[in-house]
């Protein structure tokens, strides 16, 4: 097959074993697992990437020792219970071309999750993270975890995988060992580069010892941690140099950041740039004498992660959230097709939910963990018969739930308000730091127009419009508002609806001058988005929320840009307030716990975010009896994810 990224798809020799790309997908924290057993959605995940054409696969965490367990979705591998798990993943990744390593993990002091367990750590610090105080582990124990790890890396090896990867980036335990930040120690297991790498050299050389020279042996470790007196790249550097002249290592991977505020780095959202942190491998390269180096990071289209090999910044390509999108990212750019790419637009929803505890889920990607993912959408059964439909609602449910119907033969028309589809996420799309969020649009678009969907748009559709279509079934995505803040007084001054706001003043570089409010019952990203953009429009921004903090929508790692962005430009922040009047310029807010009333004066705008009402203008009596299906925010004012899974699912039963 000729392909445009030549270099991407170029094979690649990892130790004694050739792989066909330098695609991989990096390990990719799912919850699939229940009672630290292997499910078929946790084998699917992996297997599936591998039948959408990625070389290399690497396993979620596994856990090496009973300490090590996080809860109950974490994979245990220091017992026989998952063996015939682990042989039939190893076997399906194998059979569909690729090679599976399992990734070996010990939390160290981020063991948070066990209310008995001592967490263990390399010397007395706190977790950075919960301030938990470990116990320090001693020499003893040290030995006898890195004997764990090599006892698992041998039941791995029995269960038919290709190798593993020693998880030691993001403040785990190696690299608590690696780190100066972490590692105090005055043993043979602190102190220089020697000391510091002692730990994870031994589990290496065991491993190597016991599982032989074909048996890969990854190492994921820092590329810069991002605090002082941490690893940057030059002590990275130094360790990789170290590291790589054992013979006993196969590839390096390199994270960034640690359960610090620079955890943000981990998983760079929308906020950096494409490939922020590219630089890092390619230093690496040049320490590691030969032995191949991945790069990790925000990539996500075909052309960055050709630039990655063809340039010299990485010898292999790690995608994550790349690869939750869609399973076929490598077999879809391989073949020249990445407008079919189901797009990722990392704003971090899908380490937000694995962060709660929950199962990995994917704005737009339903098919996420089940059998046959990596051909999903190709595989729509057509319907029995080809119908009307009538879709009323241009936003990202509408869109779905038409281009999935028109998939299976029938023929669809979109009935939108606005000149432009996309609905309320375009407006999302214009706020600063958010214009990747389009990205959605334009690949639900892209399908519509493969499919044939036509659209009416630039018009409120009523009932008249839509039986005009004699549809056979009706889908309702007319989406919902903002309500006035519920506890704002009757005779206050106008106050502004933040989709109003944003509809009118998005891209508008004029400062207004002067101080605003906005008073946020959301919680979510695009507020904060709005909050950025008020921010830049007036001289003085004040949040106001009836909640004891702000952000309690938005993923941790996200999270900690929100605040960085907030309190560099100077917003005040006022928690536990509601909104009360507003009125010749100034705003009374009351402490929700106290009662106590707090005046803000010279005001000139109040912007607010609040809980939404669903826009039901359209009632299904007026349909005459054709079957009305509601979907989105119509049906229930929730998030994107559902939404676009709605939509999905009607358009798929129709």
């Known amino acids: 097959m000729t392909t445009p990224y030549p270099s991407l798809f170029s094979p690649l020799q990892i130790g004694q074993r050739r792989v066909r790309n330098r695609v991989a997908l990096p390990a990719t924290l ?72 399992g990734q070996l993990w010990h939390p160290g002091r981020q063991q948070l999750w066990h209310p008995t367990k ?48 020693l998880h030691g980036a993001h403040g785990y335990l190696i690299g608590q060992f690696l780190s100066p930040w972490s590692n105090t120690r005055d043993d043979d297991y602190g102190g220089g580069v020697a000391g510091r790498t002692r730990f994870v050299r031994d589990i290496a050389e065991g491993i190597r010892q016991s599982c032989g020279k074909d048996f890969i042996i990854g190492l994921k470790m820092p590329g810069d941690e991002g605090v002082p007196g941490g690893i940057d790249v030059e002590e990275a550097a130094r360790l990789t140099g170290h590291l790589a002249q054992t013979g006993h290592f196969d590839y390096f991977a390199y994270g960034q950041g640690n359960f610090s505020l620079s955890l943000e780095n981990h998983v760079p959202d929308l906020h950096f740039r494409p490939g922020h942190f590219i630089d890092i491998p390619k230093r690496m390269r040049a320490a590691a004498n030969g032995i191949p180096v991945m790069a990790l990071g925000r990539i996500g289209d075909p052309e960055l992660a050709e630039k990655v090999v063809a340039e010299g910044y990485g010898d292999l390509v790690g995608m994550t959230r790349a690869h939750i999108a869609d399973a076929a990212w490598a077999r879809k750019a391989e073949a020249g097709q990445g407008v079919d790419i189901r797009p990722s637009v990392f704003d971090n929803w899908c380490w937000g939910e694995i962060h709660a505890g929950k199962p990995l889920a994917e704005h737009h990607n339903p098919y996420l963990g089940l059998a046959g993912e990596a051909g999903a959408e190709q595989d729509l059964a057509p319907a029995p018969a080809s119908k009307s439909i009538a879709v009323v609602g241009a936003g990202p449910a509408g869109l779905e739930a038409a281009w999935v119907a028109a998939t299976r033969g029938h023929r669809v028309t979109v009935f939108g308000a606005s000149d432009q589809p996309g609905g309320k996420l375009r407006l999302e799309a214009a706020l600063p730091g958010r214009a990747e969020m389009a990205k959605l649009i334009a690949y639900q678009m892209h399908l519509c127009a493969r499919h044939g969907v036509r659209f009416s748009l630039g018009r409120r559709a009523g009932a008249g419009d839509v039986l005009a279509l004699d549809p056979d079934a009706i889908v309702l995505a007319t989406g919902a508002a903002l309500r006035r803040p519920m506890n704002l007084v009757a005779g206050a001054d106008p106050v502004l609806d933040a989709v109003a706001y944003v509809r009118e003043n998005a891209g508008r570089d004029a400062k207004q001058g002067g101080r605003a409010v906005l008073f946020d019952q959301d919680h979510g990203p ?86 939404r009402q669903a826009n039901d203008a359209l009632e299904d009596d007026v349909f005459g009896g054709i079957p009305v299906h509601r979907i989105g925010d119509c049906l229930s004012p929730r998030n994107l994810m559902a939404a676009i899974h709605g939509g999905h699912i009607i358009g798929a039963s129709l």
């Open 526 to 611: 695009a507020t904060y988005g709005l909050a950025d953009l008020l921010a830049r429009q007036f001289d003085k921004l004040i949040l106001i929320t009836p909640r004891p903090g702000i952000g309690q929508n938005v993923n941790y790692c996200s999270a900690i840009g929100v605040h960085r962005r907030l309190h560099r430009a100077g917003v005040d922040i006022l928690p536990a307030h509601d909104l009360i009047d507003y009125r010749g310029g100034d705003v009374i807010c009351r402490n929700v716990f106290t009662g106590a009333d707090k005046n803000l004066a010279d005001i000139g705008a109040v912007v607010f975010v609040t809980p």
């Open 118 to 165: 001592s967490p263990m750590g390399v010397s007395e610090q706190p977790d950075a993270l919960s301030w938990t105080v470990p116990h320090v582990m001693s020499g003893v124990e040290v030995a006898r975890v890195a004997a764990a790890y090599i006892a698992v890396a041998q039941r791995l090896h029995r269960c038919g995988f290709a190798g593993v990867e």
């Open 30 to 101: 799912t919850n699939f697992g229940q009672g630290n057993r292997i499910t078929d959605k946790w084998g699917n995940f992996l297997i599936e990437r591998a039948k959408g054409g990625a070389g290399l696969i690497v396993s979620e965490i596994i856990a090496v020792d009973p300490d090590a367990i996080a809860h109950g979705a974490v994979v245990t591998g220091f017992d026989d219970s998952n063996d015939a798990g682990f042989k039939t993943v190893a076997q399906g990744v194998h059979d569909a071309g690729a090679l599976l390593v």
